[in-house]
């Protein structure tokens, strides 16, 4: 037992906590100090406290990863999300599985920001500081695991607690210093490098929106109105990057992950950080307006103020399960739910009372804005973005609706739309929509005097380019459905009409061109979400004209195709082939046939019948013992045109017989145009013993050519005297043969050797051999002296199969560009912001 | 009047759009009774039905019937009522389902069948937990 760790653990969360509330309050008294000297001093006294918090949280980072990597499975943060074989890299996603972890992660950001600020925003420091201080009490108090006594109140969840205080099995009666010699592990689809970097990104994200709501608390704490939104912005823009990157992650993950063929789910989990993300959009816009021209000043402040408390409401939405009857993936209650409603009253509360106390004196601009203007477009688009933000916040918050009609005494028995995906399509496509118009036509705007006649002047190249690639692009792709042309129709002249911006700046000032790159980025995406959620479609038909199963669905029969392996198949224009099932060594990249390897008693290991060749190159030698991951089977499919192969893909079925069933992810063929995505919808299930076929028997001689299932080419190519059979050394009276039969397969031969026994001299013993790939079984059955001959017998068996379903994504990757040139153009805009 | 007030109105109007459309597509969460009455009115609403799996004795799951290739199964789910129904579901059985000690099954009565369009689990927390896995 380390008890030592896990004390120094808890020690230091306490210290975490402890100390950020002192640094909260001398940054507090050195804010409120009149006089110099006093001011100084308390500031110094808060930095060390700072100081001291953030050691104490790096402390707290480095003791949890210490108790997963090492295996300490006495604690139950690795029992439960840990276990010997799971590989390093993966160790990290273990902090994020727990919610312990993920506070702990979001907390290590704020502390590298905290530090960033101290060391930068000398003016801004104290009141700012105040604000990240409480934040960082409020996050350490989650994991701070303590009891108060006298009211029994337990504060936080600790992840340093032992498995023996987490769970109640009996072992622990009995023999208290019980440890676990393995752990359960880490979710199978968790383990999977996105999951590895998307929720670090996205808590950075998270962590990024803090700095503009302490400026702008600090701000009207400090009647400086007006002054906090030039520091504040670069960290919007940094934010808003970070945030949409993180977000997007966890789509892609989803895509090559998951099996629902998409990125976006609309489940309430991935709502409660999108409705933040569109606000914080929101806020950057009217906090660029009010830089240029001293307009919107009271919007940025409601918004920038809104984005934080949002992402507050959706820290308690995911956290404290109140998601649990309406989501798939919510964190369960860790009993924090009380704790993260004063988290969020407690600032929510704050924030709001001092900006109506502050309301009177914050200037603000009476002049009636044109709409000849830039600020008005701009308005009217971060309008849009809150109004499309609303639309999924409203009905993401029904359980919230029913736990407060609950409260009151009343019942509700509201629950979120049942076809979820559908219900925010509809209502988000037109968001969609009306943003690209908005911002494509605001952009003509970027010159502050523009009338009627000039408008008229600049749109019309731009329009008539548009037109031109809107009826280019729908006799191509064959676009019909009304609401979908208008969607490309604007996301077209979103593009078009940011370019023409982007071409004047890059004479001028290409420095400034970072929000038409942004916005030429949101305009690929818009129109790669509509292909490719709008016209994906199935390509795996079942073209024979056979049911696969009667068992199953029709659609089912109906969209997905059998393939026996090694026969081709056609879709989509390929032939298909399936060539059976392989493993992933752990050390190397590349796949093992199963054919080549026999497995050991450890079931991660197995020992290599041949050399493993994969794709050309040499990955093992015979005998060679490899590394695997036993949970995962790869199904190797090849597609080839004209003859050629134009894609091996291995999409992965994990079986988990204690989960009850299988888990499929994709594997993707990806062409600019187009992904081909394939998953397996069936695997064969090993458990069941095959059904062999009738014996055939065969005379044949040595050397002499017959053909099985009157297709594979055999040959008895030899009879040899052995002494042993798999080992085990034979009596001398004994007498054993081995035959060596060639059997040429679709693509390669197989060598097989059954073995003939007489044991006693009268006993006959039999050991078939089996080709796995063929399905056949070849036995020796008898040795005829007379005639020179042999009597083979063989059995068939069905061949190996597998069902797959596969889709056609038309112009998903516009979206993963698009997604990565805005944040190109986030980039820019942040470095020139960050430079001011 | 001035551009803000239209802009203000025209606010306000999408927003009463949103709030309507949420109301008239939010779905309800009923239990087995209200949900077949729903069905025999000739609704085809999808409604959430709440539940937990009826367990026997030595704490197992009981009623659970796979079909063969395990591409679909359907099981027993008590709702708050007590109320027992047989909840068929197209899909394989989702991972965790065993564990689970709530059911939200969303879809809706079809020829007094239950079939499950989606299903929503909700796991034990680390505290509720009481056993150690196999392979201790």
Same mark, same amino acid.
């Given at each position: 037992m380390?008890?030592f760790?896990?004390?120094?653990?808890?020690l230091?969360?306490?210290?975490?906590f402890?100390?950020?509330?002192?640094?909260?309050?001398?940054?507090?008294?050195?804010?409120t100090?009149?006089e110099i000297?006093?001011?100084n001093?308390w500031?110094?006294?808060?930095r060390?406290?700072?100081?001291?918090?953030?050691?104490?949280?790096?402390g707290v980072?480095?003791?949890?990863?210490?108790?997963i990597?090492?295996?300490?499975?006495?604690y139950h943060?690795?029992?439960?999300?840990?276990?010997l074989?799971?590989?390093?890299?993966?160790?990290?996603?273990c902090y994020?599985e727990g919610?312990?972890g993920?506070?702990l992660l979001?907390?290590f950001w704020?502390?590298?920001?905290?530090l960033?600020l101290?060391?930068?925003?000398?003016s801004?420091?104290?009141?700012?500081?105040?604000?990240?201080?409480l934040?960082?009490a409020?996050?350490?108090s989650?994991i701070?695991?303590?009891v108060?006594?006298?009211i029994?109140?337990?504060?936080?969840?600790?992840?340093f607690?032992l498995?023996r205080?987490a769970m109640?099995d009996?072992?622990?009666k009995l023999?208290p210093?019980f440890i676990?010699?393995d752990?359960?592990?880490?979710?199978a689809?968790l383990?999977n490098?996105?999951m590895?970097?998307?929720p670090?990104?996205?808590?950075l994200?998270?962590a990024?929106?803090?700095?503009?709501?302490?400026f702008c608390?600090?701000?009207?704490?400090?009647?400086k109105y007006?002054?906090?939104v030039?520091?504040?912005l670069?960290w919007?823009?940094?934010?808003?990057g970070?945030?949409?990157?993180?977000?997007?992650m966890?789509g892609y993950?989803?895509y090559?992950?998951?099996?629902?063929?998409?990125y976006?789910?609309?489940d309430?989990?991935?709502?409660a950080?999108?409705?933040?993300?569109?606000?914080?959009?929101?806020?950057?816009?009217?906090?660029?307006?009010?830089k240029?021209?001293?307009?919107?000043?009271?919007?940025?402040?409601i918004?920038?103020?809104?984005?934080f408390?949002?992402?507050?409401y959706?820290?308690f939405?995911?956290?404290?399960?109140?998601l649990?009857?309406?989501?798939?993936?919510?964190?369960t209650?860790?009993g924090?739910s009380?704790?993260?409603?004063?988290y969020?009253?407690?600032?929510?509360l704050?924030?709001?009372?001092l900006?109506?106390i502050?309301?009177?004196?914050?200037?603000?601009?009476?002049?009636?804005?044109?709409?000849?203007?830039?600020?008005?477009?701009?308005f009217?688009?971060?309008?849009t973005?809150?109004?499309m933000?609303?639309?999924?916040?409203l009905?993401t918050?029904?359980?919230?609706?029913?736990k407060?009609?609950e409260i009151?005494?009343g019942a509700?028995?509201l629950a979120p739309?049942?076809?979820?995906?559908?219900?925010y399509?509809?209502?988000?496509?037109?968001?969609?929509v009306?943003?690209?118009?908005?911002?494509g036509?605001g952009?003509?705007?970027?010159?502050k005097?523009i009338?009627?006649?000039?408008?008229k002047q600049?749109?019309l190249?731009p329009?008539?380019?548009?037109?031109?690639?809107?009826?280019f692009t729908?006799?191509?792709?064959?676009v019909?459905?009304?609401?979908?042309l208008?969607?490309?129709?604007?996301?077209?002249?979103?593009?078009?009409s940011?370019f023409?911006?982007l071409f004047?700046?890059?004479?001028?000032?290409p420095?400034?061109?970072?929000?038409?790159v942004?916005h030429i980025?949101?305009?690929?995406?818009?129109i790669g979400v509509?292909f490719?959620?709008?016209?994906?479609?199935?390509v795996?038909?079942?073209?024979t004209?056979m049911?696969i199963?009667?068992?199953?669905?029709?659609?089912f029969?109906?969209?997905n195709l059998?393939?026996f392996?090694?026969?081709?198949?056609?879709?989509?224009?390929?032939d298909?082939?399936y060539?059976?099932e392989?493993?992933?060594p752990?050390?190397?990249s590349?796949?093992?046939s199963k054919?080549?390897v026999?497995l050991?008693l450890?079931p991660f290991?197995?020992?290599?019948?041949?050399?493993?060749i994969?794709?050309?190159?040499?990955l093992?030698?015979?005998k060679?013992?490899?590394?695997?991951?036993?949970?995962?089977?790869?199904?190797?499919i090849?597609?080839r045109?004209?003859?050629?192969?134009?894609?091996?893909?291995?999409?992965?079925?994990q079986i988990?017989?204690a989960?009850?069933g299988?888990i499929a992810?994709?594997?993707?063929?990806?062409?600019?145009?187009?992904?081909?995505?394939?998953?397996v919808s069936?695997?064969?299930?090993r458990?069941e013993?095959p059904e062999w076929g009738?014996?055939?028997?065969?005379?044949?001689k040595?050397?002499?050519e017959?053909f099985?299932n009157s297709?594979y080419?055999t040959t008895?190519e030899?009879?040899r005297r052995?002494?042993e059979i798999e080992?085990?050394?034979l009596?001398?009276?004994?007498?054993a043969?081995?035959?060596?039969i060639k059997v040429?397969?679709?693509?390669?031969p197989?060598t097989?050797s059954?073995?003939?026994?007489?044991k006693n001299?009268?006993?006959?013993?039999?050991?078939?051999a089996?080709?796995?790939?063929l399905g056949i079984?070849?036995t020796?059955?008898?040795?005829?002296?007379?005639?020179n001959e042999?009597?083979?017998g063989i059995?068939?068996?069905?061949?190996?199969?597998?069902?797959?379903?596969?889709?056609?994504?038309?112009l998903i990757?516009?979206l993963?560009?698009?997604?990565?040139?805005?944040?190109?153009g986030f980039g820019?805009?942040?470095?020139?912001r960050f430079k001011? | 009047?001035?551009?803000?007030h239209i802009?203000?109105? !025209?606010?306000?109007?999408?927003a009463i *759009?949103?709030?309507?459309?949420?109301?008239?597509d #939010?779905?309800?969460? &009923?239990?087995? @009774?209200?949900?077949?009455q729903?069905?025999?009115? !000739?609704s085809?609403?999808?409604v959430h *039905?709440?539940?937990?799996l009826?367990?026997d004795? #030595?704490?197992?799951v &009981?009623g659970? @019937?796979?079909?063969?290739?395990?591409l679909?199964?359907s099981?027993?789910l008590l709702?708050?009522?007590?109320?027992?129904?047989?909840?068929?579901?197209n899909?394989?059985m989702p991972p965790?389902?065993?564990?689970?000690?709530?059911?939200?099954?969303i879809?809706n009565?079809q020829?007094?069948?239950?079939?499950?369009k989606?299903i929503l689990l909700?796991?034990p927390s680390k505290?509720?937990?009481?056993?150690?896995?196999?392979?201790?």
């Amino acid at each position: 037992m380390h008890y030592f760790i896990g004390n120094l653990g808890h020690l230091l969360v306490i210290t975490a906590f402890v100390t950020s509330l002192l640094s909260a309050f001398a940054y507090w008294k050195a804010t409120t100090q009149k006089e110099i000297e006093g001011k100084n001093s308390w500031l110094i006294n808060a930095r060390f406290a700072f100081v001291a918090h953030v050691l104490g949280v790096f402390g707290v980072v480095a003791v949890l990863f210490t108790i997963i990597y090492k295996h300490y499975f006495e604690y139950h943060y690795a029992y439960a999300h840990s276990s010997l074989h799971l590989p390093g890299q993966y160790m990290l996603s273990c902090y994020w599985e727990g919610q312990e972890g993920s506070f702990l992660l979001w907390m290590f950001w704020h502390a590298i920001i905290g530090l960033i600020l101290i060391k930068t925003q000398k003016s801004w420091e104290a009141p700012t500081m105040v604000v990240f201080t409480l934040v960082q009490a409020f996050l350490a108090s989650m994991i701070l695991g303590v009891v108060i006594p006298g009211i029994d109140l337990k504060l936080g969840s600790s992840p340093f607690i032992l498995l023996r205080d987490a769970m109640d099995d009996p072992i622990f009666k009995l023999q208290p210093d019980f440890i676990p010699k393995d752990g359960n592990g880490l979710n199978a689809l968790l383990q999977n490098y996105w999951m590895v970097i998307h929720p670090p990104t996205l808590f950075l994200g998270y962590a990024l929106t803090l700095p503009p709501f302490a400026f702008c608390i600090a701000g009207l704490w400090q009647k400086k109105y007006v002054e906090w939104v030039k520091p504040a912005l670069p960290w919007s823009l940094l934010g808003g990057g970070i945030l949409g990157l993180g977000i997007l992650m966890g789509g892609y993950w989803a895509y090559e992950t998951l099996n629902f063929g998409g990125y976006w789910n609309w489940d309430p989990v991935e709502n409660a950080v999108y409705v933040p993300w569109l606000i914080l959009i929101a806020s950057i816009h009217t906090m660029i307006t009010y830089k240029n021209s001293k307009t919107a000043l009271k919007s940025s402040i409601i918004l920038v103020i809104a984005v934080f408390l949002l992402l507050l409401y959706a820290t308690f939405l995911v956290r404290s399960g109140i998601l649990g009857d309406a989501s798939v993936h919510a964190f369960t209650d860790l009993g924090l739910s009380g704790q993260l409603l004063i988290y969020l009253l407690f600032f929510t509360l704050g924030a709001i009372v001092l900006a109506i106390i502050r309301w009177k004196e914050i200037p603000s601009s009476e002049k009636e804005v044109s709409t000849y203007s830039r600020e008005f477009w701009i308005f009217l688009g971060a309008t849009t973005l809150c109004l499309m933000g609303f639309q999924v916040l409203l009905p993401t918050s029904i359980p919230v609706y029913n736990k407060i009609i609950e409260i009151f005494g009343g019942a509700s028995n509201l629950a979120p739309p049942a076809n979820q995906i559908e219900f925010y399509s509809k209502f988000q496509l037109w968001f969609g929509v009306a943003v690209a118009l908005i911002s494509g036509t605001g952009q003509f705007f970027w010159w502050k005097k523009i009338d009627k006649e000039k408008l008229k002047q600049e749109m019309l190249t731009p329009l008539l380019i548009t037109l031109l690639l809107f009826a280019f692009t729908i006799a191509i792709a064959k676009v019909y459905n009304p609401a979908y042309l208008i969607l490309t129709l604007a996301g077209l002249y979103l593009i078009v009409s940011n370019f023409k911006v982007l071409f004047t700046l890059a004479k001028l000032n290409p420095k400034l061109s970072g929000g038409a790159v942004a916005h030429i980025g949101i305009g690929m995406m818009l129109i790669g979400v509509m292909f490719s959620a709008g016209y994906s479609k199935v390509v795996s038909l079942n073209n024979t004209g056979m049911l696969i199963s009667k068992e199953l669905p029709t659609e089912f029969n109906r969209d997905n195709l059998l393939l026996f392996i090694n026969e081709p198949r056609s879709m989509a224009g390929y032939d298909i082939e399936y060539r059976g099932e392989r493993l992933e060594p752990r050390q190397k990249s590349g796949f093992i046939s199963k054919n080549d390897v026999e497995l050991t008693l450890d079931p991660f290991k197995v020992v290599a019948l041949k050399d493993i060749i994969f794709q050309n190159e040499k990955l093992y030698n015979a005998k060679d013992t490899i590394e695997i991951f036993p949970e995962n089977t790869f199904y190797e499919i090849e597609l080839r045109r004209d003859g050629k192969l134009a894609a091996s893909l291995f999409p992965r079925v994990q079986i988990n017989p204690a989960m009850g069933g299988f888990i499929a992810s994709p594997d993707i063929k990806r062409k600019f145009s187009r992904d081909l995505y394939t998953h397996v919808s069936l695997p064969m299930n090993r458990e069941e013993e095959p059904e062999w076929g009738k014996l055939e028997e065969v005379k044949v001689k040595i050397g002499e050519e017959f053909f099985i299932n009157s297709k594979y080419s055999t040959t008895l190519e030899e009879i040899r005297r052995v002494d042993e059979i798999e080992g085990v050394k034979l009596a001398a009276e004994d007498v054993a043969v081995q035959a060596m039969i060639k059997v040429q397969g679709e693509h390669e031969p197989y060598t097989v050797s059954p073995f003939f026994l007489i044991k006693n001299k009268s006993q006959v013993g039999r050991l078939p051999a089996e080709i796995n790939d063929l399905g056949i079984k070849i036995t020796l059955l008898n040795i005829l002296p007379e005639t020179n001959e042999f009597l083979l017998g063989i059995n068939a068996r069905q061949k190996d199969w597998v069902v797959i379903k596969a889709l056609e994504k038309p112009l998903i990757n516009v979206l993963w560009v698009g997604t990565f040139v805005l944040m190109i153009g986030f980039g820019m805009a942040m470095v020139r912001r960050f430079k001011e | 009047m001035k551009k803000s007030h239209i802009l203000a109105i !025209g606010v306000i109007a999408v927003a009463i *759009v949103i709030i309507i459309s949420t109301a008239g597509d #939010a779905s309800t969460y &009923v239990n087995f @009774e209200q949900a077949y009455q729903l069905a025999s009115t !000739g609704s085809s609403t999808q409604v959430h *039905v709440v539940g937990q799996l009826p367990k026997d004795g #030595a704490g197992q799951v &009981v009623g659970i @019937e796979k079909s063969t290739d395990n591409l679909s199964f359907s099981f027993l789910l008590l709702d708050d009522n007590n109320k027992e129904q047989k909840v068929f579901y197209n899909e394989p059985m989702p991972p965790d389902f065993l564990r689970s000690e709530k059911v939200v099954v969303i879809g809706n009565y079809q020829n007094s069948q239950f079939i499950a369009k989606k299903i929503l689990l909700k796991c034990p927390s680390k505290y509720q937990e009481q056993k150690l896995n196999a392979g201790v």
